[in-house]
Nanobody, 127 residues
Framework: QVQLEESGGGSVRAGGSLRLSCQISGGNYKTYDGVSYCMAWFRQVSGKEREGVATIDSNGRTTYLDSVEGRFTVSKDNREGRLYLQMNSLKPEDTATYFC????????????????WGQGTHVAVSS
């Protein structure tokens, strides 16, 4: 069973930066190789629907939510089994709980069904 665990959330002032990490472990592999997974970051504000923030596929191709394009960068370290989200120029509207997710498919699509989810890490941006 693949397990995901996020870290790196916290409180920051508008204009600041945070780097979220997601450790990937378990599954049918003794070591995670990231070759066949679509990975993603989502966020959710209480009372609102969860929204996709960024994706990165097995070839490193990335997509971003329009409102974070140019400010956020998604990356991964296949050897270490880690997914990252570098968040710069943070805005109060970025405040949310951020989740990493994985799907055992090589490419990401808008309708990708993510089978594995972390517990989330909270980001609070004050004005």
């Amino acid at each position: 069973q693949v397990q995901l665990e996020e870290s790196g959330g916290g409180s920051v002032r508008a204009g600041g930066s945070l780097r979220l990490s997601c450790q990937i472990s378990g599954g049918n592999y003794k070591t995670y190789d990231g070759v066949s997974y679509c990975m993603a970051w989502f966020r959710q504000v209480s009372g609102k629907e969860r929204e996709g923030v960024a994706t990165i596929d097995s070839n490193g191709r990335t997509t971003y939510l329009d409102s974070v394009e140019g400010r956020f960068t998604v990356s991964k370290d296949n050897r270490e089994g880690r997914l990252y989200l570098q968040m710069n120029s943070l805005k109060p509207e970025d405040t949310a709980t951020y989740f990493c997710a994985a799907a055992r498919v090589p490419r990401c699509f808008s309708n990708t069904d993510y089978s594995y989810w972390g517990q989330g890490t909270h980001v609070a941006v004050s004005s």
